[in-house]
């Protein structure tokens, strides 16, 4: 898939980047990713959790003090985006370790909120 760089968005253009499209300037080149977006989602460490939206981070009332102990399924975090809300669920039982985004902080597609061990 071939696009036009000055007619997306910068997350939109992120989020391609990180789906391995090819996108291109006015003169056909893709540019090159940052480091964040050429990092591989396997290569981070297992029990991170990543944000599936752009938005503002805030974490659930559970998370105020860490470690805290969370169930499958489990909200855990929201991320605000233009009036909506988007629950980021608990991929695992587990206790949550740490915050890597701080509450009222923006995150991008793809950045890591929070670090997770199994019980």
């Known amino acids: 898939m071939n696009t036009k760089i000055e007619s997306l968005p ?5 989020a391609l980047h990180a789906a391995g499209a090819v996108v ?3 003169n056909g080149f893709s540019p090159k990713p940052t480091p964040f977006e050429a990092k591989p989602l ?3 460490q297992a029990g991170t959790i990543i944000s599936r939206h ?4 805030e974490a659930d009332s559970a998370l105020r003090e860490l470690p805290a102990r969370v169930r ?5 975090a929201t991320i605000n985006a233009l009036g909506n809300a988007h629950a980021v ?3 695992f039982d587990g206790i949550v370790t740490e915050m890597l985004t701080s509450c009222g902080q923006p995150c991008e597609y793809g ?5 997770m061990a199994p019980a």
């Open 10 to 14: 910068r997350p939109r253009l992120r």
């Open 24 to 26: 291109a300037d006015r």
């Open 42 to 44: 396997a290569a981070l």
């Open 54 to 57: 752009v938005g503002r981070f």
């Open 72 to 76: 499958k399924g489990q909200r855990v």
């Open 89 to 91: 669920l608990a991929p």
């Open 111 to 115: 950045q890591p909120v929070l670090r």
